[in-house]
């Protein structure tokens, strides 16, 4: 297809992020990934993919392949988030949170402008939280990296714009993947209905609802919407 985009999903496993390439893959995009858990050029899932390395050499070698260009770039990095209060922090359970949700995530919205700047477009979507909008106790280490990446987007947004490129973030809380609110959990007779009680909306989001708002900011008409972070959170914030 002539017009067929091209489009970046880090950490392909994570998250929403294999039904989000897939989705986008379905709109006839060339989707291409990249995980830490994958070394090595090739495929996974039915997903095109780069082996993991720097954020700037994985930009490079997606670009490399789609000739060039490079459309939109999804950049989702995900991890489990135990609950650890306050006063336990330190700085060895703390810095892999920014170093992996907030530094590398920057790094990988930087090497995407590189590669955008020239042609003039270009959709940067951060995969984020609206935990740090809402607030969660107990969970200081992951809220104020999410927080440092929806900071960021409006400042980002400003800085590209002039060069045709949008930044916007989807916060997301309360969706039904096994990173963050795995089945079990939902179906303990306890645990269960007590995490249903605290969305509004008395159900838990599907990714598949995830996918279609990264759809809508990556490929859809909307590249006037820039240096947005929009909850996804079922009401709860």
């Given at each position: ?73 999804i950049i989702s990095s995900a991890m489990p988030a135990p609950r650890i209060r306050v006063e336990d922090l330190t ?100 645990k269960g209905p007590k995490l249903l009680a605290r969305v509004p909306m008395g159900r838990l989001g599907e990714a ?30």
């Amino acid at each position: 297809m002539a017009d067929a985009k091209n489009v970046l999903v880090t950490e392909l496993t994570g998250f929403a992020n294999p039904v989000i390439a897939r989705r986008l893959a379905a709109t006839g995009a060339r989707v291409i990934g990249c995980d830490p858990s994958i070394s090595e050029d090739g495929a996974h899932d039915g997903v095109e993919v780069v082996g993991w390395a720097r954020p700037a050499d994985i930009v490079d070698r997606a670009a490399n392949q789609f000739g060039g260009k490079l459309d939109a770039i999804i950049i989702s990095s995900a991890m489990p988030a135990p609950r650890i209060r306050v006063e336990d922090l330190t700085e060895e359970n703390l810095m892999p949170y920014f170093q992996r949700l907030a530094a590398e995530s920057l790094l990988f919205a930087g090497a995407a402008v590189r590669t955008m700047r020239p042609n003039k477009s270009g959709r940067i979507v951060f995969g984020s939280s609206s935990g740090p909008i809402g607030g969660i106790p107990g969970f200081a280490a992951y809220a104020s990296s999410r927080a440092a990446i929806n900071g960021v987007v409006r400042t980002l947004a400003l800085e590209v714009a002039g060069d045709g490129i949008s930044v916007n973030a989807v916060a997301a809380n309360f969706i039904q993947t096994e990173t963050y609110y795995p089945r079990a959990l939902l179906e303990d007779p306890v645990k269960g209905p007590k995490l249903l009680a605290r969305v509004p909306m008395g159900r838990l989001g599907e990714a598949e609802e995830v996918a279609a708002l990264v759809e809508l900011l990556a490929l859809g008409q909307s590249g006037f919407v820039s240096g947005q972070v929009i909850p996804i959170s079922g009401a709860w914030c």
